[in-house]
């Protein structure tokens, strides 16, 4: 595709080859045929390749929502993302199966080579960056997976949010300078996704679509029940929440519950 880069009508064009992510491909698309309004366009190198960022800007369109109904985001420990409702019992969780099995090949491989590594003989006469390449390339492509399963897993919370006819999105406001890898335990295994860049891509996500996104302090959104607001000490491994109430649910539902909550408090407050 081709891509103005200055006003006028004589004026250098850039050449972009269309990225395998569907998103940036429709970004482009919309960049072209000026739905969005671009702007500045910086081109960097990088280990010998060129990387292009093309700054934009649109006028979100808001969807069709339901006046006051917000929907929680909690980080789960069992799973990756619940989402909760404040007028519903409907909820929605995913896990990250297809994360576990790539880290599982992706580690049976980084062994083997390990393995080979470690032969008599093995790579001789060479510099210690090129015995080591195979290991860097295997790394890079885990980190690269785990930022493109967080955007696709943003992308289903924004979808779900749309069809929910959300007029908000609560998430916990948490402290990003803090380590930024979110951990959760699937099948035995600990998975771990950047939770810095998922909440970020999230909130865009969802600013893009006209949903707002109001951040909730997560303190005690664990531990308190959703419906009588009362407190109870949980260990870790509990994963029922019990209240002598009778509110009985799993514990990262209740917790998706309190930040809704927490995001229709706030949008009252407003009001």
């Given amino acids: 595709m081709w891509v103005p ?13 269309p990225p395998g992510n569907d998103s940036q491909r429709a970004v482009l698309e919309r960049i072209r045929s000026r739905e969005y309004k671009p702007g500045n366009l910086t081109i960097t190198r990088q280990g010998g390749k060129f990387f292009v960022s093309i700054a934009y800007t649109f006028q979100p ?13 909690d980080l789960g420990i069992h799973y990756a993302v619940v989402a909760a409702w404040t007028d519903s019992l409907k909820r929605e969780y995913w896990e990250g199966s297809d994360l576990r099995r790539m880290r599982e090949n992706l580690l049976s491989r980084y062994r083997e080579i390990q393995k080979t590594m470690t ?3 093995a790579r001789r006469g060479h510099g ?15 980190e690269g997976y785990r930022r493109w ?4 897993l943003a992308n289903r919370v924004v979808d779900y949010a749309l069809e929910g ?8 406001n948490l402290d990003l300078r803090k380590p930024t890898f979110f951990t959760y335990e699937l ?22 679509k006209g949903i707002r996104v109001i951040r909730v302090n997560p303190a005690g959104t664990t531990k308190r029940c959703y419906k009588c607001r009362k407190e109870q000490d949980l260990s870790l491994d509990q994963r029922e929440f019990k209240c002598p109430c009778g509110n009985t649910c799993p514990r990262d539902y209740n917790a998706a519950r309190n930040i809704a909550q927490g995001g229709l408090d706030i949008l009252r407050q407003e009001r």
Wanted: hydrophobic share 40%; net charge positive; no cysteine.
């Fill in 5 to 17: 880069i200055l006003k006028g009508k004589q004026q250098p064009i850039l050449e972009l080859i």
């Fill in 119 to 121: 032969l008599r003989d």
């Fill in 149 to 152: 399963w967080a955007n696709r």
């Fill in 61 to 73: 369109q808001r969807p069709t929502f339901v006046p006051g109904r917000v929907m929680g985001i």
């Fill in 165 to 172: 006819g959300a007029e908000a999105v609560a998430l916990e």
């Fill in 128 to 142: 210690k960056g090129y015995k080591f390449k195979p290991l860097h390339t295997l790394r890079k492509r885990w």
């Fill in 187 to 208: 099948k035995g295994q600990t998975l771990k996704f950047p939770i810095g860049y998922f909440l970020n891509i999230l909130e865009s996500k969802l600013r893009a």
